[in-house]
């Protein structure tokens, strides 16, 4: 029982870090279990789907990769724009295979911000569909290419057999270290424009199997995937987890619930990662109760904050097993999770223990000293699972990753003398008010307990007295009638001290998010300092120093 909040690097039988690549990791597999299915492509159509043998798949990334190097060299980097597919997969671990370094792009990316990544990556090559929601995809890439010089070919995947038949066989693929750079991952901006964290192999693989294994994820498990390729939750997570497992990785082109839950059905999937936007969606589906959903194991969760009644809900609905995931791109993807075997109270309140061979402490936000168990910091890591760096970005690596090797994850939280985790806020998205540092996050996870709130971003509202108030902006539950804010306050009020109540409610149908189901708190932000933000109520406060309120002079 600590009385420190660090966690030393857990060491143990079954805890081994794994120094290998993810192509040695498919390899393997298609060794051992050649005829097993390794990729299921599960588009709408059940006529169009296609699927691989770890036999199959392994040829076709030979194929991308000997492709790549009849024009590309080792190390070049190779960019992605394009929605799932199963051709996005081979690509990636074509690329790989051939020492080249993906490009993962958002394909909601529109000309400024495509502009900005391609050029600051320095990509050479890029793949995209020719267009996608009826946007044209490949006629922007057109328009740009004058000024991007670095990028020398562009390719379709409409092309895509030709390109795979393309390569020379005799072409001799690369030797790969463990801790070569495999993704450029860039953020998902958050806070405006993104960086690109630099993934390597070795994080990769052992941040994936370790996730794997704490979701009961066993040889031969099926994860089905709706999470975008190039985040990564799809893109590493999941499925380099499938592929160390041996297992089935199911794809699908984007998120439909009805889909999800077919596919769940049909291929037996035993695993899925959702975030709490997609699993309510899932839910709440009328096929859900007419489908066998009876191989569903395990649902992961995380990339937001999951309230503790979703929790209660999919274990008792679905019948399975839930694990909340805690990490962030620069650490891999995941650094804490909960296990499935973990009471109740852990699962609704906590982001678990660290995974193996992580250290993980809380820093005081101002010394940088570790701080007492249950105190609220800075969580900070270190290990094998640290980014590389921010691809051509020394000052802002050196701000993240210190110099003794901990990497400072901007996440406040704290630590239980178990070792497990709470996430409570943002630093940036902190409120000071009256001198109290309030964290947003602890009260949204009140807010959405409530039956009737199903989303809730809490932030910092300018203010003459305070510094800030606290606002918050809510979306309703579908079959809800809005609750009062009198109703809600009352409610925030059992659990949370009176000046932790938003003096600013608003209420939208839709907040601004990333695609992997984050709040974009800075853009509700700038609607408030920009007077854009309409309040729907203000409540009324009190003077400084009044009863239910708490300053610190």
């Known amino acids: 029982m600590r009385t420190e909040s660090y966690w030393p690097a857990e060491a143990g039988e079954g805890n081994e870090i794994r120094d290998v690549t993810v192509c040695e990791t498919i390899r393997h597999a298609a060794a051992t279990v050649p005829d097993r299915v390794a990729l299921v492509d599960c588009v709408a159509d059940p006529a169009a789907r296609r699927q691989w043998t770890y036999a199959e798949f392994l040829t076709d990334i030979e194929r991308a990769a000997r492709a790549l190097l009849a024009r590309f060299a ?41 502009a900005f990544v391609l050029r600051q990556s320095g990509t050479v090559g890029l793949f995209c569909v020719d267009s996608y929601r009826d946007f044209g995809m490949r006629a922007l890439v057109d328009e740009l290419r004058p000024d991007l010089p670095a990028l020398r070919e562009v390719f379709s995947f409409a092309a895509w057999d030709a390109f795979l038949d393309s390569g020379d066989p005799a072409t001799v ?36 199997t370790f996730v794997a294994e704490r979701a009961a994820f066993g040889d031969g498990g099926v994860y089905v995937n709706a999470m975008p390729m190039f985040h990564i939750g799809g893109g590493a997570v999941t499925s380099f987890g499938a592929w160390a497992k041996r297992g089935t990785f199911v794809i699908l082109p984007g998120f439909d619930p009805g889909l999800v839950l077919e596919a769940f059905e049909t291929y037996r999937g035993t695993h899925a990662l959702l ?21 569903v194991q395990t649902v992961l969760s995380g990339a937001a904050a999951v309230p503790a009644a979703l929790v209660r809900r999919t274990v008792e609905q679905l019948g399975c097993g839930f694990s909340i995931l805690f990490g962030q791109t620069e650490t891999h993807g995941v650094i804490s999770q909960t296990r499935v075997t973990d009471e109740p109270e852990d699962q609704a309140g906590t982001v678990g223990q660290p995974l193996p061979r992580l250290e993980v402490t809380i820093r005081d936000i101002v010394t940088g000293e570790p701080v007492p168990v249950g105190e609220q910091g800075e969580i900070c890591c270190r290990g094998y699972q640290n980014m590389l760096g921010y691809y051509d970005r020394p000052e802002e690596t050196a701000a993240t990753v210190d110099a003794d090797g901990w990497l400072h994850m ?46 809730a971003a809490v932030i910092g509202v300018p203010d003459d007295t305070w510094g800030e108030q606290v ?29 932790k109540a ?15 189901g984050k709040i974009q708190k800075f853009l509700l932000r700038e609607e408030v300092v920009k007077g854009l933000l309409t309040f729907d109520e203000v409540r009324p406060t009190t003077a400084p120093g009044a009863a239910d309120q708490t300053v610190i002079a």
Do not use: C
């Open 275 to 295: 975030v709490p936007t997609m699993l309510i969606t899932i839910l709440d589906h009328p096929d859900r109760a007419h489908r066998d959903l009876s191989s």
């Open 74 to 114: 080792s190390g070049d980097r190779i960019g992605i724009w394009a929605p799932n597919s199963a051709d996005w997969i081979v690509l990636q671990q074509g690329a790989a295979m051939a020492g080249m370094v993906v490009v993962a792009l958002n394909p909601a990316y529109r000309a400024r911000e495509l």
């Open 410 to 455: 901007g996440d406040v939280g704290d630590m239980d003398e178990r070792g497990y985790l709470r996430v409570t806020g943002r630093i940036k998205d902190m409120i000071v008010r009256g001198g109290m540092n309030l964290y947003p996050a602890e009260i949204e996870g009140v807010l959405t307990d409530h039956p009737a709130i199903e989303t």
């Open 471 to 499: 606002g918050t902006v809510l979306r309703v539950r579908a079959g809800h009638e809005r609750p009062s804010v009198d109703e809600l306050t009352a409610f925030l009020r059992r659990t949370l001290a009176p000046h």
């Open 173 to 208: 693929l690369p030797e790969l270290a463990p801790t070569d750079l495999l993704q450029l991952q860039y953020t998902s901006g958050t806070t405006g424009f993104p960086k690109g964290a630099m993934l390597h192999h070795k994080g990769l693989v052992n941040e994936a």
């Open 502 to 516: 938003p003096v600013f409610w608003a209420f939208r149908d839709e907040l601004p998010m990333t695609p992997s």
